[in-house]
Nanobody, 125 residues
Framework: QVRLVESGGGLVQTGDSLRLSCAASGVTFSIYTMAWFRQGPGKEREFVAALVEISDTYYADSVKGRFTISTDNAKSTVYLTMNSLKPEDTAVYFC???????????????????WGQGTQVTVSS
């Protein structure tokens, strides 16, 4: 059974950095797509970044060049390193996983089968 637990959120200022963690159990990163989504106040959940089978990365245009998704296999953890944070990055950030790969669907919420509970990130101006 797959289980995902996020941590690392908090209150930061514009321009700060933050690293989110997603502790994953029941997942083999080499055959899974791992992703981060976020949901801002009054908004729909949106794609942030994905790491496909530890080889290919995908990013939303809004975070490209600022955010990095990575894994630590020894710790069974997926990270989202966020730099140059902006107030519009304020959201609850969710970790998601799906066995296999699909470059067409990996930005969509309905493709993923397991979600974490989310961690709040607030960026003050």
């Amino acid at each position: 059974q797959v289980r995902l637990v996020e941590s690392g959120g908090g209150l930061v200022q514009t321009g700060d950095s933050l690293r989110l963690s997603c502790a994953a159990s029941g997942v083999t990163f080499s055959i899974y797509t791992m992703a981060w989504f976020r949901q801002g106040p009054g908004k729909e959940r949106e794609f942030v970044a994905a790491l496909v089978e530890i080889s290919d990365t995908y990013y939303a245009d809004s975070v490209k060049g600022r955010f990095t998704i990575s894994t630590d296999n020894a710790k069974s953890t997926v990270y989202l390193t966020m730099n140059s944070l902006k107030p519009e990055d304020t959201a609850v950030y969710f970790c998601a996983s799906k066995w296999g790969r699909n470059s067409r669907l990996l930005t969509t919420t309905h493709w993923y089968t397991t979600w974490g509970q989310g961690t709040q990130v607030t960026v003050s101006s």
